[in-house]
């Protein structure tokens, strides 16, 4: 297991991680700080518990929004699915319709063609 030192307010906090993510690590520390800071330039020194209590409710509500996004995101994604399948079902019933309807006409010539010749044509397969 990894440590890593990071700092939140201006004091140091040594943190375990797994091997790899320290560096993630200390850029989700230092994002949190800027939380912290942000608040602290609002309000003052209000105490430490009560900055990190408010800096994770700011964390929380931009995690919920990101969260309802992506839900929506997953929401449009599936209908954009369910149209392209419906779409490329009709499209098939669409060919299907069409191939039936050349081969009813290529008929309807072969047999236009064997009348005005006056022999029978073999119809095409």
């Known amino acids: 297991m990894a440590q890593v030192t990071v700092m939140i307010d201006g004091k140091a906090y040594r943190m375990a991680c797994e091997e790899g993510q320290e560096d993630h690590l ?34 929380m509500d931009e995690l919920s929004e990101v969260n309802r996004k992506l839900k929506n995101l997953h929401e449009e994604a599936d209908g954009l699915r369910q149209g392209r399948a419906a779409t490329l079902s009709d499209q098939q019933k669409n060919e299907d319709a069409l191939a039936s309807a050349l081969s009813e006409v290529t008929s309807q010539i072969h047999d236009i063609a064997a009348k005005l010749s006056g022999k029978a044509v073999p119809a095409p397969h």
């Open 26 to 59: 200390t850029e989700l520390a230092t994002r949190f700080d800027q939380y912290v800071n942000h608040l602290k330039s609002q309000f003052g020194e209000i105490g430490d518990l009560r900055l990190t209590v408010m800096a994770g409710i700011m964390v």
